[in-house]
């Protein structure tokens, strides 16, 4: 299993950005995704997850300003971040562990990607 994130960078307060995860080495459609992210100094906190079938979800901190998506035939996830704020600011990692369904427990998930830089700063 690899996961390669992409997107990351800086941006002003207000602005946006598009977070890109190849992944390779499974069956990407069967299985859910997520994001997360790290603050320094904070814990690892998860951020979103898409089911196998679609379905998304979202933690309080980004639901309405940030969308995940999956292209299947890309074996990609996305997540389109908006409004951002400079608490935003932190590395964001996908992740998989492997399941049909999205887990809020960052336990549940055995596979990462190395991580790419958000800096959302004026």
């Known amino acids: 299993v690899q996961l390669v994130e992409s997107g990351g960078g800086l941006v002003q307060p207000g602005g946006s950005l598009r977070l890109s995860c190849a992944a390779s080495?499974?069956?990407?459609?069967?299985?859910?995704m997520g994001w997360a992210r790290q603050v320094p100094g904070k814990g690892l906190e998860w951020v979103s997850g898409i089911a196998s079938d679609g379905n998304t979800y979202y933690a309080d901190s980004v639901k309405g300003r940030f969308t995940i998506s999956r292209d299947n035939a890309k074996n990609t996830v996305y997540l389109q971040m908006n409004s951002l704020k400079p608490e935003d600011t932190a590395v964001y990692t996908c992740?998989?562990?492997?399941?049909?369904?999205?887990?809020?427990?960052?336990?549940?998930?055995?596979?990462w990607g190395q991580g790419t830089q958000v800096t959302v700063s004026s």
């Open positions: 080495g499974f069956t990407f459609s069967r299985y859910a």
């Open positions: 992740m998989t562990g492997l399941g049909g369904t999205v887990e809020a427990d960052l336990d549940e998930y055995d596979y």
